[in-house]
């Protein structure tokens, strides 16, 4: 079975511009979380999002957004970009909500010029 | 503040050495325990977990982890390390697994 897919893998945008990404989760998951990797630090939680609904949200700013498509994928918008947005973006798929283990994309690196 | 620690920012050990990369949490209760590797230019894969039971719990690629209660740690541990474990390791927690919080990561160095 595939493990979750995110694309792009690399993205290059210009302060001010806005971006999407993309996530994939394993086959049978219902539930996908985001996650923002800045160099040298552990991944910090964006959102989660299980049934098309948002179930959890980090403390990031109204810029970032997301939603979940019927078929369990996901998009993550992030607007008015700055430079400190510049990261590994990070997609988790996992069965359900609870104590259910999450499964790592390998991410979207995105790099604000 | 709810926190995960990981006290060691880099680790370097010879191949063929043990190894333990430290973990330290606070919160009010028990939380679920996560470790996860990163090899450069990738995500992250689950080494193991600790939701409840037994506190020493086996995890893929030879690894162990022990949960300590009266710490608030869990450590990761290998009996000896071979060149391919060289990769940041980070201990995750979460009180439900809708908010996973990360330590800071332990990169690893072996040596040959």
């Known amino acids: 079975d595939a493990g979750v897919t995110q694309s792009p893998t690399h993205l290059i945008k210009t302060r001010g511009q806005q971006v999407t990404l993309r996530c994939s989760p394993i086959s049978g998951h219902k539930s996908v979380s985001w996650y923002q990797q800045v160099l040298g630090q552990g991944p910090q939680f964006i959102f989660q999002?299980?049934?098309?609904?948002?179930?959890g949200r980090g403390n990031f700013p109204d810029r970032f957004s997301a939603r979940q498509f019927p078929n369990y994928s996901s998009e993550l918008n992030v607007n008015a970009l700055l430079l400190g947005d510049s990261a590994l973006y990070l997609c988790?798929?996992?069965?359900?909500?609870?104590?259910?283990?999450?499964?790592f994309g390998p991410g979207t690196r995105l790099l604000v010029l | 503040a709810q926190s995960v620690t990981q006290p060691d920012i880099h680790i370097t050990v010879s191949e063929g050495a043990s190894l333990e990369l430290r973990c330290n949490y606070s919160?009010?209760?028990?939380?679920?325990l996560f470790w996860y590797v990163q090899s450069p230019g990738q995500g992250l894969q689950l080494l193991l977990k600790?939701?409840?039971?037994?506190?020493l719990v086996q995890g893929i690629k030879g690894f162990e982890a022990e949960f300590k209660r009266s710490q608030s740690s869990f450590n990761l541990r290998k009996p000896s390390v071979h060149w391919s474990d060289a990769a940041e390791y980070f201990c995750a927690v979460g009180l439900t697994n809708n908010d996973m919080r990360f330590g800071a990561g332990t990169r690893l160095t072996v040596k040959p």
């Open positions: 919160y009010g209760a028990t939380p679920y």
């Open positions: 988790a798929s996992s069965l359900s909500l609870g104590t259910e283990t999450q499964y």
């Open positions: 600790y939701f409840s039971g037994d506190t």
């Open positions: 999002y299980y049934e098309k609904e948002e179930r």
